[in-house]
């Protein structure tokens, strides 16, 4: 809406052309200076890893700090603070090139939202990155040194139930363990079985619930249960 009245105000000819040089330069700094941040930084930062164990160093690869230097979108930010600059100066003239502002702001958003983000896809398939995800890596690395931590805890305990919960606690230390990146992140270990076996535990409480075998206070009881139950058993609760 704004984009039209600017462009209709701006001069014919070398005015025009001269503006426009301006917004797509100001494009090109936005997108070269994210580069060059983001660059550095990966640079620096995979640097100061030398020292850190192999499996607690963050995977930063060349083609990664690309796709992060490209996704640097502009939107609904830059052209508020565009237009939060006043038309006219506190003596009444009109502020200074504020035309070319709102251009080169709707430049930077156009250039980095419409064709940095329809090229995005076909960048990270070129660049050949997989799905590697470093939060998914490292909740997994924790949760597994940290039920180790509690098998040892237990491990001088030889009494049943010290025993169950190793063997519970093991299963979810091979589960995150073993190097599977596919396996769904907050699935645990039997977690399919143990939902299934959930929907017929609701169900007879239902069952039990109409033949008013049990009352209203103690069904809810008894579904609060199978609540909790399936919180622990992990996946999709849609499942």
């Known amino acids: 809406m704004q984009l ?8 014919n ?5 001269e503006s426009i040089t301006v917004a797509v330069s100001v494009l090109v700094v936005v997108i070269a200076t994210r580069f060059l941040w983001v660059m550095t930084y990966s640079a620096i930062a995979k640097r100061q890893e030398p020292g850190r164990p192999a499996d607690k160093r963050a995977k930063r690869t060349w083609g990664g700090s690309v796709v992060v230097s490209w996704a640097g979108m502009r939107g609904i930010v830059t052209l508020a603070a565009a237009f939060a600059i006043p038309e006219t100066l506190p003596d009444g003239s009109a502020f200074p090139c504020r035309d070319l502002i709102l251009l080169s702001a709707f430049s930077v958003v156009f250039g980095t939202l419409v064709i940095q983000g329809l090229t995005m ?6 660049l050949k990155l997989d799905e590697d995800d470093a939060v998914v890596s490292e909740v997994r690395l924790g949760r597994a040194q940290m039920y180790q931590a509690l098998i040892d ?3 001088d305990d030889d009494s049943l139930h010290a025993k169950l919960l190793r063997k519970e606690y093991q299963a979810i230390v091979d589960l995150n363990d073993g190097g599977d990146r596919f396996h769904p ?3 645990v270990p039997g977690g399919p079985l ?3 076996a959930l929907a017929q535990a609701r169900h007879k409480a239902i ?3 109409k033949l008013e075998i049990i ?4 069904f809810r009881v008894l579904v609060q249960e199978l609540d909790w139950a399936e919180l622990s058993a992990g996946g999709n609760a849609a499942e």
């Open 215 to 218: 009352g209203d206070q103690a």
């Open 4 to 11: 039209r009245p600017i462009w209709e105000r701006l001069d």
């Open 207 to 209: 069952e039990l619930r």
């Open 153 to 155: 805890f237990i491990q």
């Open 121 to 126: 896809k076909p960048i990270i398939r070129m």
């Open 13 to 17: 000819g070398p005015g025009r052309v």
């Open 185 to 187: 992140l907050n699935e």
């Open 194 to 196: 143990i939902r299934s």
